[in-house]
C-alpha cells in the first residue's frame, strides 16, 4: 500500500510492538546512547512507574486477596456486583462506539481539510478533559434535572434521564469524549492528504477511499484511542456518582458499587471490585497485543500503528 | 500547500478534493454541540444567575482564591514531574529494548482505568503513616497523606498516561534520518538530542504537560481521600464546588466551575495556537 | 486477507453489541410493586435487615409482593438527588434541615412533615460519641481533653457531612453550658478544629481515617457508627468513651407526597414508614445500635448496651431551621472559626 514508506529505513516505532524484530538499538551507533546511560534512563522509567502505578495497583490486589480467594470470588459473583458489572460494560459500549463515531469524524474534518475556526473546535474537544468530574455531572442535572427548563417537560413524558441509564451513559460519554479524537487527530494531521488524493484521483468512492486507505493507516491510532476511552469510560467515578442515584443492583456501576462495599468496611470486597476494573482494562491491553501479533507483517509493512 | 493558493480572498474553507467535509463537520459539530456545549451552557446560565458582583463575591473570597491557587500549583507541579518522566518512559520504551517492557507499557495506562476513589484510597494507604510508604518517610519527618504533597501525588497518579501516551506515538514517527544526518554533521548525542529530538517532541510534550495540567486541576475523587481538606490548607477548589452544593447554592457552585472551566480553556486554546505556530513556521522554514 | 481480517473485526464488533444489549435487558425489573428508600450512609445495615422484614411482613398482611430499592449516600448528597428528580418514595435522612430542603423546592413533601409522625418523625435516635484506642493513651474522658495540645481529633467536615453537623453541636452545646456564654463556645470549636489534621467529607471516610490509617487520638461518632466500628473493625483495638454531655441526634422520616402519589405507593409506603415505628422495627434499630423512640418495644439486653448521659435537643439550638443558617450556612460559624485560625 504506502508506497511513500518503501524508501524509508525501518521504523522505530516497531520495536515497542513486534516481538519478533530485533530490538531497535541493541548496539552502541550514532544515534543511540551510551550503555550506562540508557540503563539509567530505563531504570528510571521502570522506578518511577513501580512507584507511581505498580505499588498503588499492588496494594489494590494484595487487600482484594487478604480475605482468600473464595471471598474474592463471592464479592465479585454476588447479585449487586454482577448488575453493577453489567451495567458498567453496558454504559462504556454504549458510549465507546459513540465516542468512536464522533472521533472519526471530527479527525476527518480537521486533520484533512483547511477552515477557520479549526483551532477553537480543536480546543473545544479538549474541554471535558479539563471540566472537574463534579461539574460534568451536574451539567446533566442543571439540563435534564427536575428543578431545570426540560424537567417538567420530561416528567410529564414519563422520560428519564438522570438517575437512570441515559443519565449515566452520558456522563460517560462527556468524559470520555476526547479520547479517540485526541489520538486520531495529530497521526491524522501528519499523515497528510496525499494518499486520499491519490485514490480519488484513481477513481475510487469517498467511502472506498476511507475504508481501504484512511481506515487502516489509522487503525493502531484507533485502536488506542478506544482501549483508553474504554478503560476511563468504565472507571469513572465521579461525574457518574452524580448522575446516579445510587440505587443498589440498578444504577450502580462498579466504581459506585466500590464506594459501598468500602463504605461498609468489606475492605476486600471493594477492592476485589476494583481489581477486576483493572483487570478489564489489563484485557483490553491483551487485546491490543494479540491484534499486533497477528498484524505483525502488516505493521512492518507501514510507517505506523 | 495549499495554505498560499487563494492569497487576497477571504473564504472559510480551502478548496480540496477530498470528499466528505461537509458529513464530518456537521456531524462533529452536532454532536460537540449536543454532548458539550449544550449542557456547559446550562453551566454558564446558571452561574450567569449570580450577576456579575455576585460572581466576583464569590471569586475573590479568601478561601476561594487559596482552592484555586491549590489546585491550579499542584495541578501545575504534577503535570511537570509527568512532562520528564513521562518523556523518559516514552523514551525508554520507544528507543530501548528490556525485559518487561510490555508489561510496564501496558501498567501506563492503568490510572484511566483505576475509579479516581480506588486510586485515592489505594495511594493513601501506601503514604499515610501507617503505611508502607508513609512509614518510611516518617521518621525522616516527610509526611504525605493528608497534605498538598499528597495532592500532587495523587495528581502525578491520574497524569502520568497523558504525557507518555502522547509523546510515544511522535517519538515512533520520529525520522531517524534527521538524528543520522546530526550525529554525521559532528553534533554530541547530547547536541543532537537539545536541538533535533527535543524541538520535534516538543508539541507533544506540551500536549500532554496540558491535557495532564488541565485533567488535574478538576480531579476530585482520588484527591479527596489523601488530601486532608483542610480550608486554607489542602481544601481543592472541586471540594469547594461540593462544598457549595451541600449549601444547595447551585449559583455559587456553577461559577466555581465556570471559572475553573475558563482558566483551563484559556490554557489549551493558547497551547493549540503555539502548536499551530510552530506547524507553520516548520512548513514554511 | 485485509477483508476476512475486516469481516472478522465486524463479527466481533457485533458480538460486543449483542453482549451488551442482552446485559441491558435482564437488567430490568419485573412489573411488580417497588419503593425506592433514599437513605444516608451509616443506615445500610439497619436497612438491610429492616427492608427484608417490611417486605415479609407486607405479604403477610395483604398477600402482595414488595420490593424496596436502597439508595445510601452523604445525607445532603441524596437530598439534592430528589431534588433534582430521584424518584423516592420515602427519604431517610441524617437532617432534619435535608429534608426541609426537599420539601421547599420541590412541594412535594408537606411542609409540616415532621408532626405527620409519632416522636418529630424520628422513630430512631442516636448521639455523639468518643472512639478512643485500646486502654486510652491520652486519657481522654469528656470533652476538655479534646483541646489539649498533642491530642488529634477526627471528624468529617460539616459542611459535608450530616453527622459532622452534630458532633459540632454537642461540642458546642457542652462549651456553651460549661463556659456560660457563645464566646467561650467559639473558643471552644475554634480551639477544637485546630486539632483536627483531616476533615473527611463523610463520616464512614472519618472512620476509616481513624481506624485504618491509624491518624488521630479519638474520633468523634455517632455512636451506632462507633459500635459498628467496634464490632466490624476490632473491638480489641478501640474502646468507646462517653462524654458527661452530648446531642440527641434525631434523623427523620418522612413520605415523598409528589411521588407516591405519582407512583400509585402512597399505601406500602406509609405501611413502610409506620412499621419502623413496630415493635419489630423498633428491635431492629436497637439491635442496629440505634437508640429506638420506644424502647419499651425494644429488646431490653440491646437497650443495657446504650449508657446514660445527658442529652441536649437540635430545639436549644432554635431547631435546624435556626441552626442550620447559623452554624453551617456559607460564612456562618464554622467558616468564621477557620478564618480566625489562619
Redo the contacts between chains.
Keep these: 500500500m504506502a508506497n511513500a514508506n518503501l524508501a524509508s529505513t525501518p521504523p522505530l516505532g516497531e520495536a515497542a510492538i513486534a516481538p519478533l524484530l530485533p530490538p531497535a538499538h541493541s548496539k552502541t551507533s550514532a544515534t543511540g546512547e551510551k550503555a550506562a546511560t540508557r540503563w539509567t534512563l530505563i531504570a528510571i522509567a521502570i522506578g518511577f512507574l513501580a512507584l507511581f502505578v505498580l505499588l498503588p495497583l499492588g496494594a489494590v490486589f494484595a487487600e482484594a486477596f487478604r480475605a482468600g480467594f473464595g471471598a474474592y470470588w463471592e464479592a465479585v459473583s454476588e447479585p449487586d456486583a454482577v448488575a453493577a458489572i453489567k451495567l458498567t460494560l453496558l454504559a462504556a459500549g454504549i458510549a465507546v462506539p459513540a465516542n468512536l463515531v464522533f472521533g472519526i469524524a471530527a479527525s476527518w474534518a480537521i486533520a484533512k481539510y483547511e477552515f477557520r475556526g479549526k483551532s477553537l473546535l480543536n480546543t473545544l474537544i479538549d474541554l471535558p478533559f479539563s471540566i472537574s468530574p463534579v461539574i460534568s455531572g451536574l451539567i446533566y442535572i442543571l439540563l435534564f434535572g427536575a428543578q431545570s427548563v426540560l424537567g417538567p417537560f420530561l416528567r410529564e413524558h414519563g422520560i428519564e434521564i438522570v438517575f437512570a441509564l441515559p443519565g449515566i451513559v452520558l456522563a460517560t460519554i462527556f468524559v470520555t469524549f476526547p479520547f479517540i479524537a485526541r489520538e486520531l487527530i495529530p497521526l491524522m494531521q501528519e499523515q497528510g492528504t496525499a494518499e486520499e488524493e491519490a485514490a480519488l484521483t484513481l477513481g475510487a468512492s469517498g467511502w472506498r477511499t476511507f475504508w481501504h486507505v484512511t481506515l487502516p493507516n489509522i487503525r493502531w491510532a484507533l485502536l488506542y484511542g478506544v482501549i483508553l476511552c474504554n478503560a476511563r469510560a468504565m472507571g469513572e467515578f465521579g461525574a457518574v456518582s452524580v448522575v446516579s442515584g445510587h440505587i443498589r443492583g440498578e444504577t450502580n456501576t462498579m466504581p459506585l458499587h466500590v464506594e459501598i462495599l468500602y463504605n461498609e468496611y468489606n475492605f476486600a470486597a471493594a477492592f476485589a471490585v476494583a481489581s477486576l476494573l483493572a483487570l478489564l482494562a489489563l484485557l483490553t491491553l491483551i487485546v491490543k497485543l494479540v491484534l499486533e501479533w497477528l498484524y505483525a507483517d502488516q505493521i512492518a509493512g507501514t510507517r505506523r500503528h | 500547500m495549499t495554505l498560499a493558493a487563494s492569497a487576497g480572498r477571504w473564504r472559510w474553507k480551502e478548496p480540496s478534493v477530498i470528499p466528505g467535509f461537509g458529513l464530518a463537520l456537521g456531524f462533529s459539530l452536532t454532536y460537540l454541540g449536543l454532548i458539550v456545549l449544550l449542557p456547559l451552557a446550562a453551566l454558564l446560565l446558571n452561574a450567569a444567575s449570580l450577576g456579575w458582583s455576585g460572581f466576583w463575591d464569590i471569586m475573590l473570597e479568601p478561601r476561594t482564591l487559596a482552592a484555586l491557587r491549590l489546585s491550579f500549583l499542584a495541578a501545575l507541579f504534577a503535570a511537570s514531574v509527568n512532562a520528564v518522566f513521562g518523556l523518559i518512559i516514552a523514551w525508554a520504551f520507544v528507543r530501548y529494548d528490556f525485559p518487561g517492557r510490555r508489561l510496564f507499557d501496558a501498567l501506563v495506562d492503568l490510572p484511566f482505568a483505576l475509579p479516581t476513589a480506588v486510586a485515592g484510597i489505594a495511594l493513601t494507604a501506601l503514604y499515610a503513616p501507617n503505611g508502607p510508604i508513609g512509614g518510611l518517610l516518617a521518621p525522616l519527618g516527610i509526611k504525605v497523606a493528608y497534605t498538598p504533597l499528597g495532592i500532587v501525588i495523587a495528581l502525578i497518579f491520574i497524569g502520568l498516561p497523558f504525557v507518555v501516551r502522547t509523546v510515544q506515538p511522535v517519538l515512533e514517527d520520529l525520522d531517524k534520518e534527521l538524528e543520522e544526518a546530526a550525529a554525521t554533521l559532528g553534533a554530541s548525542r547530547f547536541r543532537t538530542l537539545r536541538s533535533v529530538i527535543l524541538p520535534a517532541l516538543m508539541p507533544a510534550i506540551l500536549t500532554g504537560f496540558t491535557l495532564a495540567l488541565a485533567r488535574a486541576v478538576g480531579e476530585y475523587g482520588s484527591v479527596i481521600f489523601i488530601a486532608g481538606n483542610i480550608p486554607y490548607v489542602s481544601e481543592i477548589a472541586p471540594l469547594l464546588i461540593t462544598i457549595r452544593l451541600e449549601e444547595f447554592n447551585y449559583a455559587g457552585a456553577t461559577a466555581i466551575g465556570a471559572a475553573m472551566l475558563m482558566i483551563s480553556f484559556s490554557l489549551l486554546l493558547l497551547i493549540h495556537l503555539i502548536q499551530l505556530w510552530q506547524r507553520r513556521r516548520f512548513t514554511h522554514g | 486477507m485485509?477483508k476476512l481480517?475486516t469481516r472478522r473485526l465486524r463479527t466481533i464488533l457485533a458480538a460486543?453489541?449483542v453482549i451488551?444489549?442482552t446485559?441491558?435487558g435482564?437488567?430490568l425489573?419485573s412489573a411488580q410493586t417497588t419503593l425506592?428508600n433514599v437513605s444516608y450512609?451509616p443506615t445500610?445495615?439497619l436497612y438491610k435487615t429492616f427492608n427484608q422484614a417490611f417486605a415479609e411482613h407486607w405479604k403477610q398482611e395483604t398477600g402482595e409482593d414488595v420490593r424496596i430499592?436502597?439508595?445510601?449516600?452523604?445525607s445532603?448528597?441524596?437530598a439534592?438527588?430528589v431534588?433534582?428528580?430521584?424518584?423516592a418514595d420515602v427519604v431517610t435522612l441524617a437532617l432534619e434541615a435535608d429534608i426541609d430542603?426537599i420539601a421547599e423546592?420541590?412541594g412535594k413533601i408537606d411542609a409540616d412533615w415532621r408532626k405527620r409522625l409519632p416522636d418529630n418523625s424520628a422513630p430512631y435516635t442516636s448521639t455523639i460519641v468518643f472512639l478512643v484506642r485500646k486502654g486510652n493513651p491520652k486519657a481522654i474522658k469528656d470533652w476538655p481533653d479534646l483541646t489539649k495540645d498533642g491530642v488529634e481529633v477526627i471528624t468529617p467536615?460539616p459542611?459535608?457531612s450530616g453527622g459532622a453537623r452534630w458532633n459540632f453541636l454537642a461540642a458546642w452545646a457542652y462549651a456553651e453550658k460549661a463556659g456560660g456564654n457563645e464566646q467561650a463556645a467559639r473558643d471552644y470549636v475554634a480551639k477544637l478544629y485546630q486539632n483536627?489534621?483531616?476533615?473527611?467529607?463523610?463520616a464512614?471516610?472519618a472512620?476509616?481515617t481513624f481506624v485504618?490509617?491509624?491518624?488521630g487520638d479519638v474520633l468523634l461518632a455517632w455512636e451506632n457508627e462507633a459500635f459498628?466500628?467496634l464490632q466490624?473493625?476490632g473491638p480489641d483495638q478501640f474502646e468507646i468513651v462517653v462524654p458527661t454531655l452530648s446531642i440527641k441526634a434525631e434523623p427523620p422520616v418522612a413520605l415523598v407526597d409528589g411521588n407516591v402519589d405519582a407512583h400509585g405507593t402512597r399505601k406500602v409506603a406509609e405501611a413502610y414508614l409506620e412499621f419502623l415505628y413496630s415493635k419489630q422495627g423498633q428491635e431492629l434499630a436497637a439491635k442496629n445500635y440505634y437508640r429506638p423512640a420506644k424502647p419499651e418495644l425494644a429488646d431490653a439486653a440491646d437497650l443495657k448496651r446504650f449508657p446514660d448521659l445527658e442529652l441536649v435537643g437540635i430545639d436549644s439550638f432554635g431547631g435546624w431551621k435556626e441552626a442550620q443558617p447559623r452554624f453551617?450556612?456559607?460564612g456562618g460559624i464554622f467558616?468564621q472559626i477557620?478564618?480566625k485560625g489562619?
Design positions: 485485509t481480517r460486543t453489541a451488551a444489549f446485559g441491558f435482564t437488567g425489573a425506592l450512609d445500610r445495615e430499592r436502597q439508595s445510601h449516600g452523604g445532603g448528597k441524596q439534592r438527588a431534588i433534582d428528580g430521584l424518584q430542603a423546592r420541590t467536615n459542611k459535608t483536627v489534621p483531616v476533615l473527611d467529607t463523610g464512614r471516610g472512620t476509616t485504618q490509617r491509624g491518624i459498628l466500628a466490624e473493625l453551617f450556612a456559607d467558616d477557620y478564618k489562619s
